[in-house]
């Protein structure tokens, strides 16, 4: 029986879980950084909250006697990722990265890319807007410096406590996300502008395309430095890997 951490918090890395769940030869657990009050459901055994950085992750795969990590977070996730393959590097253990590919813009797209939060609140300029904000919790409070705009935030759970400024409206949900229910959103609130990360994958890409129907400018924030390792886009190639990869190292 092969031992499979995987490092999760996003759809494919659920959609992975429920692949290894089904197979008798693995016992795969999930880990959730503990973000989210009530997580997504998930066919295997889930672990939560944080491991202590790269050496508390390496005691982890090392007591646990974990066969192989695959690292299905976040493509902004980037700590987790960078712990991931140290600790895979200090004990030897085999990881692969579930990442998805970034959108790339078609010609109809109005992007403005910035290198973090903060420029993305730059980039929304003196003048008062109305701002689609689809960021986590941690980058939103840096919105309250611009209190000028009108926000309307998107988020899995509601924003506790709410952004600091006086115009703004929240609404909660996990995806996927229609380009028709998103472009009817932007529409009903009247929003000028949207600022999001890029994510990649299909649940949350119905904003970009509504956005370039409505002819809608997106601040997008740019990707995070992740560490090189071994990477693929589909749960296919993860299982491969696992039958092959792995196999062949003898575990
Ligand atoms: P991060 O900045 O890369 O990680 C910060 C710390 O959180 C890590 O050092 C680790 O703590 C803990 N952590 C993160 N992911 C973990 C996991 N899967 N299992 C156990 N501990 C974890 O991560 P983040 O950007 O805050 O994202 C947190 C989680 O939310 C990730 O699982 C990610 O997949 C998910 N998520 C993130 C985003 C995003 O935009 N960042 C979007 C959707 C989902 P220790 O050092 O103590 O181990």
């Known amino acids: 029986m092969r031992r499979i951490l995987i490092l999760g918090g996003t759809t494919e890395a659920r959609r992975l879980a429920e692949r290894l769940g089904e197979r008798r030869d693995v016992a795969a657990t999930v880990s959730l950084a503990g973000r ?17 950085g790269a050496q508390g992750l390496a005691r982890y795969l090392t007591r646990e006697r974990v066969d192989a990590i695959i690292d299905a977070t976040h ?3 980037a700590i987790i990722s960078a712990n991931a393959a140290a600790a895979a590097a200090a004990t ?30 730059d980039a929304l300029g003196e003048a008062p807007r109305r701002v689609f ?17 009108h926000y309307l935030v998107r988020s899995v759970e509601p924003v506790d406590p709410p952004l600091a400024v006086p115009h703004a409206a929240y609404v909660t949900g996990r995806g996927p ?6 472009r009817a959103l932007l529409i009903a609130h009247t929003i000028d502008v949207i600022v999001a990360k ?18 809608l400018p997106i601040i997008l924030l740019r ?8 990477t693929v886009e589909a749960i296919e190639d993860v299982m491969i890997w696992l039958d092959h990869a792995v196999a062949l190292r003898g575990v």
Do not use: C
């Open 177 to 182: 996300f229609t380009e028709m229910d998103d």
């Open 223 to 230: 990707r995070p430095a992740l560490p090189e390792v071994p």
């Open 36 to 52: 989210t009050r009530t997580p997504a459901a998930y066919p295997v055994p889930v672990r939560i909250g944080g491991f202590g």
């Open 133 to 149: 904000l689809t960021l986590g919790k941690t980058e939103l409070g840096m919105f309250a410096r611009a209190p000028q705009h």
């Open 75 to 77: 493509p902004y996730a």
């Open 198 to 215: 890029n994510s990649g994958g299909t649940a949350t890409y119905g904003k970009i395309a509504a956005a370039r129907s409505l002819g």
């Open 92 to 121: 030897r253990i085999p990881l692969l990265a579930l990442r998805r590919a970034p959108w790339t813009p078609l010609p109809a797209d109005r992007w403005i890319e910035v290198a973090d939060t903060a420029a993305a609140v």
